[in-house]
């Protein structure tokens, strides 16, 4: 049985392909709401969508190009409905667009059922996370993302692998080697509930990396990934105040500082330039711009290396 969603910008359009997927045994729903149907798709409790065609000139279409990407990210079934005398010419124009998935009205059912069918056996055998696309994606992302399979790094992006400061060599070690979720009670109940397939998605925070630096993983798991398989992404990282030295800022002549102030301080201290401050500490450039005017302003300095010195006086 499959979870239907049929969009069309017509309020009261009724097609008959509806009746038909219901009587397959499907689940179908209706919307005009096009913010809604994005909810619906993102949701993750969709499997097939039929978009109703009109005109060139249809928002519908832009909906469909917006939707793609999603849907194929979520293995959603799509579908383009057209009618039969479409001109040729303008139906190669929607082929080489990427609406290989048509419906044409009046229908013919049979090929409806058949063509339906074609897709789900084409996505049995097929495994997007060894794609191409999903490759690229990870690459070009901007967090720090990887893709874990059978607990080794199947892929990840140079900034996930730069916060764990992963070396190739270590890529073939057991990545339950190299982080340590099970860090405390909570994370421990979590990643049992994960692996159980309880969730799709849990949190887990302060796990430890090295004795001076902590992050929040986020893990995730899409309904129909298989359970050895998730992404792990980076959310948050911290270090840990008393090892890096961060005592000798926490005397009371400095207590007005914040305690990432005080990290972007022992940083810029340590010599690091701004931009490797705010990769280190999963900032922006401009953030650890603003702690440091904010650090100038409290210690009354002109720059950085003068506010060291005072609070090294």
């Known amino acids: 049985m499959l979870s239907c969603l049929y969009i069309s910008?017509?309020?009261?359009?009724?097609?008959?392909?509806?009746?038909?997927?219901?009587?397959?045994?499907?689940?179908?729903?209706?919307?005009?709401?096009l913010f809604g149907a994005f909810e619906k798709i993102d949701s993750g409790s969709v499997d097939l969508v039929i978009v109703k065609f009109f005109s060139e000139k249809n928002p519908i279409l832009d909906l469909f190009?917006?939707?793609?990407?999603?849907?194929?990210?979520?293995?959603v079934y799509y579908f383009l409905l057209v009618p039969r005398e479409i001109r040729k010419d303008q139906l190669m124009v929607y082929l080489e667009m990427g609406f290989d998935n048509l419906f044409f009205y009046p229908y013919n059912f049979e090929s409806i059922q058949a063509k339906i069918q074609n897709l789900i056996n084409r996505k049995k055998n097929y495994d997007w996370f060894e794609s191409e696309d999903f490759h690229q994606w990870i690459k070009s992302s901007h967090r720090p993302v990887a893709f874990i399979r059978k607990n080794l790094i199947s892929f990840a992006n140079e900034i996930?692998?730069?916060?764990?400061?992963?070396?190739?060599g270590k890529l073939s070690h057991p990545f339950s080697e190299l982080v340590n979720f099970s860090s405390n009670e909570a994370n421990e109940i979590?990643?049992?509930?994960?692996?159980?397939?309880?969730?799709?998605?849990?949190?887990?925070?302060?796990?430890?990396l090295s004795s001076i630096k902590t992050v929040d993983f986020l893990l995730y798991r899409?309904?129909?990934?298989?359970?050895?398989?998730?992404l792990a992404e980076v959310v948050c990282q911290r270090f840990n105040e008393f090892e890096m030295g961060f005592e000798k800022y926490l005397n009371s002549s400095l207590k007005e500082f914040t305690a990432r102030e005080k990290e972007v301080l022992l940083l810029s201290e340590k010599g690091l330039p701004m931009k490797e401050i705010a990769d280190k500490l999963s900032l922006s450039a401009r953030?650890?711009?603003?702690?440091?005017?904010?650090?100038?302003?409290?210690?009354?300095?002109?720059?950085?290396?003068?506010?060291?010195s005072k609070v090294n006086r």
Not at 65 to 75: D, H, I, Q, V
Not at 222 to 230: T, V
Not at 287 to 308: D, G, P, Q, W
């Open 9 to 33: 910008s017509a309020e009261h359009d009724r097609e008959e392909i509806l009746s038909f997927l219901i009587q397959l045994g499907n689940e179908v729903e209706y919307t005009s709401d």
């Open 65 to 75: 190009f917006a939707l793609k990407s999603r849907m194929s990210l979520r293995g």
């Open 160 to 168: 996930f692998l730069e916060h764990l400061a992963i070396s190739n």
């Open 190 to 208: 979590e990643i049992s509930r994960f692996f159980k397939n309880l969730t799709q998605s849990v949190l887990l925070r302060h796990v430890p």
């Open 222 to 230: 899409g309904r129909n990934s298989p359970n050895h398989s998730y």
């Open 287 to 308: 953030t650890v711009e603003r702690h440091r005017a904010n650090i100038l302003k409290k210690t009354n300095s002109s720059n950085i290396l003068e506010a060291i």
